[in-house]
């Protein structure tokens, strides 16, 4: 049985920084890209980071230099370092595991975990 479970939200003010974690287990991990994803209250699902079977790593726009996607497949976890955060990056954060390849499209995504909250204070 897949689980992929997602550990490190909380509340934070605008500025500071939180670390997120996504343990899986019940799947060969280091064959799956792995992305990580968020969703707003009222807003749909959007693409944040994701890193390949080759350590390759993707971000969007709107977190580029400011977030830091890494995996240790000698542990089964892929990471989100999140910092400068802000009012905006509030959101339900949700890890995803995809055979083999990565992609922007949570539709491509796997198995998925069932999210840790973020919420950023101005």
């Known amino acids: 049985q897949v689980q992929l479970v997602e550990s490190g939200g909380g509340l934070v003010q605008a500025g500071g920084s939180l670390r997120l974690s996504c343990a899986a287990s019940?799947?060969?991990?280091?064959?799956?890209?792995m992305g990580w994803f968020r969703q707003a209250p009222g807003k749909e699902r959007e693409f944040v980071a994701a890193?390949?079977?080759?350590?390759?790593?993707y971000y969007a726009d709107s977190v580029k230099d400011r977030f830091t996607i890494s995996r240790d497949n000698a542990k089964n976890t892929v990471y989100l370092q999140m910092n400068s955060l802000k009012p905006e990056d509030t959101a339900v954060y949700y890890c995803?595991?995809?055979?083999?390849?990565?992609?922007?499209?949570?539709?491509?995504?796997?198995?998925w975990g069932q999210g840790t909250q973020v919420t950023v204070s101005s």
């Open positions: 995803a595991a995809r055979w083999r390849s990565w992609s922007r499209s949570g539709n491509d995504y796997n198995y």
């Open positions: 019940g799947l060969p991990f280091s064959n799956y890209g």
């Open positions: 890193i390949s079977l080759t350590g390759s790593t």
